[in-house]
């Protein structure tokens, strides 16, 4: 039973364009979020996270919001680049430092010039 | 400079060997996890150890053995018991703080032949 989905195993974007990444969670225990990047042959590289004392979080081009009533969060990318395209993953963990992140199972973003 | 350093990069195995992936962190991490990547699967986790001389297992231990003998250091063993060890493996850690963020290695590429 997946506790965290990404349900859009693809996207594609034009360049300067918003890339809007999705991931759901079923486990109410989870209260802290990272998003990572991942590109072919290489390890998941740390982007952002967000605790659930928030609804928001930024970093320059990269936002996340959680919507905790919905079990929902998403990263937002804007303007997209070329260089953005990679496979991006959602994880959570209750945040208690003694149980390992769960990963949803990646969507691949194509940015388009 | 710190971090997280797999080898090999690319591991050819013949079936039925054991072989043992190596993963070296200095970053003072407390916890180091070992996870697998396949196509469309996302990251699945093998094994965790959150301390010295203790680990725990994942979803997917079934195949492996790991140790901890130092804090530096998470060995993964695929034995010949792993059905389908072909995988991209991934060695992660990570401090005992909010979110347990956890940072990865460049992976090792192991292929049975």
């Known amino acids: 039973d997946q506790q965290v989905k990404q349900n859009s195993p693809s996207l594609s974007v034009q360049e300067g364009r918003i890339s809007i990444l999705n991931c759901d969670y079923t486990n109410s225990m989870f209260d802290y979020f990272l998003w990572y990047k991942k590109y072919p042959a290489e390890g998941p590289t740390f982007l952002i996270s967000i605790s659930s004392i928030k609804d928001k979080n930024e970093d320059g081009r990269f936002t996340v919001f959680l919507n905790k009533s919905a079990k929902h969060l998403s990263l937002h990318i804007v303007p997209s680049q070329p260089g953005d395209s990679a496979v991006y993953f959602c994880a959570a963990s209750d945040g208690s430092g003694n149980t390992p992140l769960v990963f949803g199972k990646g969507t691949r973003l194509s940015v388009i010039a | 400079d710190g971090g997280i350093t797999q080898s090999p990069k690319y591991l050819f195995r013949k079936e039925g060997q054991n072989v043992t992936l190596s993963c070296e962190q200095n970053?003072?991490?407390?916890?180091m996890y070992w996870y697998r990547q396949d196509p469309g699967q996302g990251l699945r986790l093998i094994y965790y150890?959150?301390?010295?001389?203790?680990?725990q297992k994942g979803d997917i231990a079934e195949g492996y053995s790991v140790s901890r003998e130092k804090k530096e250091s998470f060995p993964l063993t695929v034995t010949s018991a792993q059905k389908n060890p072909t995988a991209f493996y991934l060695c992660?850690?990570?401090?005992?703080?909010?979110?347990?963020?956890?940072?990865f290695g460049q992976g090792t590429r192991l292929t049975v032949v």
């Open positions: 992660a850690s990570s401090k005992y703080d909010t979110g347990n963020a956890a940072f």
């Open positions: 150890s959150q301390i010295v001389n203790d680990f």
């Open positions: 970053l003072n991490h407390d916890a």
